[in-house]
């Protein structure tokens, strides 16, 4: 697996592997190459407006999408996208 050859640790693995599959069932299965930052933006408030994530953990499903389009789709996200921040502690 390409994260393992890079040295991801398995925990990064895991957690990133889940973020991107709920991305994608999110988005009604859709293949995330037809998706890009607005649907990246609608997931991550989802997530802090109906899940009421933690920052910590809107940020690590930042990251594992980033890492998703930048690494394996080869298509870059806007680097300043306009998201609602969690407030929760």
């Not at 697996?1 to 709920?22: A, E, G, H, N, P």
């Not at 999408?65 to 921040?85: M, S």
Request: glycine letters at 2%.
């Amino acid at each position: 697996m390409f994260m393992l050859t890079k040295q991801y640790s398995l925990r990064t693995v895991d957690t990133y592997l889940k973020w991107i599959s709920s991305y994608i069932n999110f988005h009604g299965k859709r293949h995330p190459a037809s998706m890009c930052n607005n649907e990246v933006v609608e997931y991550l408030d989802y997530l802090v407006l109906k899940c009421n994530v933690s920052p910590k953990t809107q940020a690590t499903a930042l990251n594992a999408l980033f890492f998703l389009y930048k690494q394996i789709i080869k298509q870059d996200l806007c680097p300043n996208l306009t998201l609602v921040r969690s407030k929760r502690q």
